[in-house]
Nanobody, 119 residues
Framework: QVQLVESGGGLVQAGGSLRLSCVISGSIFNIKRMGWYRQGPGKQRELVAIISSGGTTNYADSVKGRFTISRDNVKNGVYLQMNSLKPEDTAVYYC?????????????WGQGTQVTVST
């Protein structure tokens, strides 16, 4: 059974940093992309950053220049370095892995990790 195991969330003051980790437990073949999404209080889930199998990255405008996504193909993990955190970054952060299948992508999700940024 495949699981995405997340860690690294917590409480930090504005301007601080956190590093989120997501490791795949089990095997996923034909990974198309890996990424991070977040859902703030009273908001819909939104894309934060994604990285393709070829290493191409994309970021939400709100985090460009502050967050960096990376992946480790040996450890089967994806990471999110978050710097210069702001209170509006407060959310539950979810790891996502999209698997390419003949009839479309299949998404795996982590359980979520809380990030709280205080003023």
């Amino acid at each position: 059974q495949v699981q995405l195991v997340e860690s690294g969330g917590g409480l930090v003051q504005a301007g601080g940093s956190l590093r989120l980790s997501c490791v795949i437990s089990g095997s996923i073949f034909n990974i198309k992309r890996m990424g991070w999404y977040r859902q703030g209080p009273g908001k819909q889930r939104e894309l934060v950053a994604i990285i393709s199998s070829g290493g191409t990255t994309n970021y939400a405008d709100s985090v460009k220049g502050r967050f960096t996504i990376s992946r480790d193909n040996v450890k089967n993990g994806v990471y999110l370095q978050m710097n210069s955190l702001k209170p509006e970054d407060t959310a539950v952060y979810y790891c996502n892995v999209a698997r390419l299948l003949p009839l479309g992508d299949y998404d795996y999700w982590g359980q979520g990790t809380q990030v709280t940024v205080s003023t």
